[in-house]
């Protein structure tokens, strides 16, 4: 792709893209939003690298392999953070228990969980555009 | 003027959804359906769901408008307008006919009265800042009332990731 348009619009809107999404995964405990739409900004930003800079440059900066580990990862995530509250003595996903002085009452625990929903739900629709757009992998110039 | 955009709103999702139907081309329908999503997401922020609104733009409009013109790539040109076809025109407007009959059942915009606001929504609606310390309900609900269901939905999501990686990497098996 040698389209300067595309190129210079792309690389001025990706940054925002991204800062939306942390903005709505960070603030998702106060206002609108919370971890799978902050996911799906996120993926959203990479499906567009994907669109304009294609699917080799894709692979150089997140491979499949490591689309994989952060989706388990995100899983991983909630479930600790339940395992976590068992742990200070309280039931699963209590998050009254891990509550401490910087963080009052569960929203400790919500965040925490709402990063585990995010980092899978940006990694699963990444991965799931990149294996549509490259037929798994095998059609690389595209 | 509120009622005025409303309105306005409802007939173009009208439009987008006969559009739809009556196109030739695919990349068209891809099109007109991705209007279709940003036209629904208006309409949910201004019923003051901004939560909803935001997960349909994102993914109604945008994720699944690329997940759809990725796949146009393999399909051929085909002529995909409905024919008319008298039978199920039938069924279709009569199935259509019922659903506005039982529509009349439904309670009003937001009425308390409503079986959905009985319940457990009372006790969500007082407590929630209470238990949980959020300001937004909806993620109250979600990450702490309904902790269980969140988790399960997440691991259905990694799932469908896992499957779909499963499907397209899986080489075919010659005879």
Known sequence: MNN???ITIARLIFPCIIALGFYIQINGNNAPGGGFQAGVVMASAFILICLVFGSNFMSKILTVYKLKVFAASGVFLYGATGLLCMLFGSEFLNYTAIENSFFSKQTLGIALIEWGVGITVFSVFT??????????????NV | MSLFIDVSILILVALMAVAVVNT?????VVIFSSVFSLLCALLY????????????ASIGACVTTCFL????KYLKDIDVRAKIDLPALIVCSSLCALLCYASMDFHGYGD????????AVDYY??????DTGLLSIVNAILASYRGFDTFGETLVIFLAGMSISLIFETKVLKK
């Open chain 2, 112 to 119: 308390q009265a409503a079986i959905t606001n009985l319940g």
């Open chain 1, 4 to 6: 300067k348009i595309l």
């Open chain 1, 127 to 140: 991965l799931g555009y990149y294996m549509f757009s490259t037929n798994g992998g095998k059609e690389k």
């Open chain 2, 125 to 130: 609606k007082n407590n929630y800042g209470k």
């Open chain 2, 45 to 56: 922020l201004l019923m003051a769901a901004p939560d909803v609104a935001l997960t349909e």
């Open chain 2, 69 to 72: 013109l990725s796949a146009l």
């Open chain 2, 24 to 28: 030739k081309n695919l990349l068209h």
